[in-house]
């Protein structure tokens, strides 16, 4: 498994993320076998979010499975997001109200002292970049949140942040697959006038972007096709791909999902994998891809094969 340092983070993390979005209605051993199956992999980084399971619901869960002694909970990165109101008017907010207030609920949901990293989860076009300031400001100074970083946000709204928020953003959780790797297959066509491949969505060069300023990138979704259409591992309408992945997973003694997951972390960007199962044998294939040396040669040909142009 292979673990990065972190400013403000205790304990290194590892590449691989355990998400817990999915387990609100996990008894608590099947929790418990879940963390197992990561923590014996090596995992652990844990990643919540105020909205999953709906009021902090997947974190009270975690908490109530997986009591953790002062000496594991050292040892493991607690990641959380907030931003996002549900309900019947959905809608974003990085109020500094609603920031400090979410992050103290879910101190107390996961019945921790602090939370590791706490993220802006998906932008706020409403932000006052001075708002998020004096929240990141009071949970920093009172103890509560070690880092901080953001979801789902462009190079320009990460500036505009930055402006104002003295905490380095240390992370940004993006959507990224194989098929669904817009950050990363724009550059690979750029210029290129009659492919759709070459044009810019995330606000110009996310990738290169996040290199420049030391911004870890978060993978979710490593295995969807597109935006929640289903996996591509085992899909025929990928065909000549999973038959690429098998033949090279077999050279590396692994399974398809870790060539999946390797396809991500072997990027020079050291990027951060999300998992979002509850099968601890997930899990454990997931964290086999944490460290595959895939050639240039593997890599690009999975790229192809994904549907991307190689010029």
Known sequence: MKYQEFAGLKAP???????????????????RDLYRAARKSGINVIDHANIYGRDHLCERRFAEAVPLSPAERAEIVIQTKAGIVTGENPHFDFSYEELVGEAEKSLRALNTDYI??????????????????????????????RAFGVSNQTPRQMELLRQSVTQPLLFNQVQLSMTHCPIIAEGVAMNMLSSEQSVVRDGGG?????????????AWSPFQKGFFDGAFLGDPDFAELN??????????SVTDTAIAVGWITRHPANIQVVLGTTTPQRVRDSAAGSEIPLTRAEWYELFRLAGHIVP
């Open 243 to 252: 038959e690429a992945i098998q033949r090279i997973a077999a050279r590396y």
């Open 13 to 31: 993390a590892s590449n691989i993320i355990l998400g817990l979005m999915r387990i609100a209605d996990s008894s608590d051993s099947e929790i």
């Open 206 to 218: 996310l990738l290169d972007y996040a290199r420049l300023t030391g911004t870890t990138l978060q």
């Open 116 to 145: 590791d990293v706490f993220l802006l989860h998906r932008p706020d076009t409403l932000m006052e970049p001075e708002e998020v300031a004096r929240a990141f400001d009071h949970l920093e100074s009172s103890g509560k949140v």
